[in-house]
């Protein structure tokens, strides 16, 4: 079904493209890429290219914060056994416990890069989410502590003399040679092409939830480097674990807004259009329970009531608490005439964070030489089958860290040689008839939504499998010349890969609930599922 995947998606010739030449080259300027640069050697040069501005990540919409062992009260064991817990028997145990003990010295880290965390009294004000055993979660203005973050982190990099960055410059392809990445060819609006040639390269893209039509997701999270690390070898694996947030606001017109986890944190209710608080019905834990099993739990509650979404519900609350705490959904709610301190706040589950993605290893390096990664573009056995909440900024932080200090000791090993390497790829006759990009996008959106959302089943995702071959035949093989056609082919591929890798999995777990195949099967399903493109 992969088969007719292209190498490189667009033509270029060597003397006909400008070449730019730097030690490290980063793709994505989230909290991932940007705590990965602060870890290069100040010796080595270093680009950062991000597809949008700095800021337009999914890093910067995080609204709970960053899990960590903070309180004297609370054990690095019982973070330990929450993020197993809520990984559903996938968790590599090792990966857990270096990131949860890493935590608090990449949490102090951002302190003295001058983020400004919530505090009551001169101390952190941590909160608490779904799966967490303890308050443990730093947050900042109130519900919205990754843009408070990366705000913080994106003024420490770019004081740093070293580095540069290409804002607004899409990453194509990454350039393989002798079996190893040898950079990225990327475009910009003013440029046009260049190749982008480093001794290491760190993919640190983000997440896939456009590939849905109900996403938490900004509109940069295309798939991206899902897509050109498959393109150019590197394997991924996990690709059946989209986690999916069970609050999304719902409300006709309006963007699919978060609305995190720390409301029912803080202890807001689900409540079902009849009023009816069913959380219990479902799990002893409640609206606390991990976010596989409230997305479930609402979707079925849904198809009770015969409504198109469920409700949080404040109004039992201190309404000067819920005001303090969540400003920014606040505001938001009511630009719709919505008081969340007295209305309810409609909701239901969307695409919200990719699990799956590039194989790493503890230190970030990809099965391609010369590639490392980082961020919720990996799979690096943190999540499992399921993300504790608050411990994706987290994994970005402490594998940022670990894959910019490897590759710049790889980097500081390597000679000065710059040799360009003899890469070109002819282009294909024009196509004669046109394409509709906007239809096809909405169709695969839609498509992937009914058939590889909450809810699972093998005849479905077989049919959106034939829809999805069909369209890649004659869409994975034109040579665009704008990110509209790049990102359409991204993300087709992506969602081939998971398509096949939901397929494969024939059990429920985690994230990924299977309707013809309910039950759990540690037996024959305790194991990852991997794909790599033959080259």
């Keep these: 079904m992969l088969s007719i995947t292209p190498r490189y998606l667009v033509p270029f010739h060597p003397k006909q493209v400008p070449h730019y030449f730097t030690d490290v080259l980063i793709i994505g300027g989230g909290l991932a890429g940007m705590r990965a640069a602060n870890a290069i050697d100040p010796r080595l040069s270093v ?56 935590a608090p010295l990449r949490i102090h880290e951002l302190i003295q890069w001058g983020t400004r965390f919530d505090e009551q009294s001169g101390e952190l004000l941590l909160g608490r989410e779904g799966g967490h055993s303890h308050r443990r979660i730093v947050h900042a203005l109130g519900d919205a502590t990754g843009k408070e973050v990366m705000r913080a982190v994106i003024d420490h990099t770019r004081n740093l003399p070293n580095v540069q960055i290409w804002e607004n410059t899409f990453t194509i392809d990454l350039l393989t040679h002798s079996d190893a990445c040898r950079g990225a060819l990327v475009w910009n609006a003013d440029h046009g092409k260049t190749y982008l040639w480093a001794k290491q390269t760190i993919l640190c893209t983000g997440g896939a939830g456009q590939v849905y039509r109900e996403t938490t997701n900004p509109a940069v999270a295309t798939a991206d480097g899902h897509a050109v690390a498959y393109r150019a070898g590197a394997e991924l694996r996990d690709m059946e674990f989209m986690q999916f947030h069970p609050t999304v606001l719902y409300i006709a017109g309006g963007a699919r807004s978060l609305i995190t986890e720390a409301m029912r944190g803080e202890g807001a209710w689900l409540i079902d259009h009849n009023g009816h608080r069913f959380m219990a019905e479902y799990d002893p834990r409640g609206e606390l329970a991990p976010r596989d099993i409230v997305s479930q739990a609402i979707v079925a509650q849904m ?36 008081d969340i301190t007295k209305d309810r706040i409609p909701v239901r589950p969307g695409a919200h964070y990719m699990i ?97 959302g909450v809810r699972r089943s093998g005849v479905h995702m077989a049919e959106a499998a034939e829809l999805i071959d069909n369209w890649q035949r004659y869409v994975a093989n034109r040579q665009f010349s704008d990110p509209r056609g790049w990102e359409l082919q991204n993300m087709l591929l992506v969602a081939q890969i998971m398509i096949a890798a939901a397929i494969a999995r024939e059990e429920s777990r985690g994230v990924h609930l299977r309707t013809d195949f309910p039950e759990t099967d540690d037996r024959n399903w305790r194991r990852r599922i991997t794909f790599k493109r033959k080259l």
Aim: proline share 6%.
């Design 47 to 102: 680009v950062i290219v991000t597809k949008d501005v700095a800021r337009q990540s999914n890093s910067n919409y995080a609204q709970g914060g960053i899990a960590g062992v903070l309180d004297p009260e609370d054990r690095f064991e019982d973070h330990i056994a929450d993020t197993l817990t809520a990984g559903a028997g996938l968790c590599d145990e090792q990966v857990v416990e270096t990131v949860v003990r890493d």
């Design 356 to 452: 799956g993605g590039v194989t790493v290893d503890e230190d970030g390096r990809t099965t391609l030489p010369g590639l490392w990664a980082a961020g919720e573009v990996t799979s690096s056995g943190l999540h499992g089958a399921n993300r504790l909440a608050s411990n994706s900024l987290l994994e970005g932080l402490v594998y940022g860290a670990r894959a910019g200090e490897r590759a710049s000791q790889e980097a500081l090993s390597q000679q000065d040689d710059y040799r360009v390497t003899p890469l070109d790829n002819p282009p294909l006759p024009e196509p004669t008839e046109p394409l509709d990009l906007a239809d096809i996008r909405n169709s695969l959106t839609s498509l992937m939504w009914r058939a590889a």
């Design 303 to 338: 198809e009770k009531t015969r409504w198109p979404c469920v409700y949080l519900d404040l109004s039992h609350l201190d309404p000067q608490l819920v005001r303090r705490r969540f400003p920014g959904i606040a505001e938001s709610c009511a630009q719709f005439g919505i």
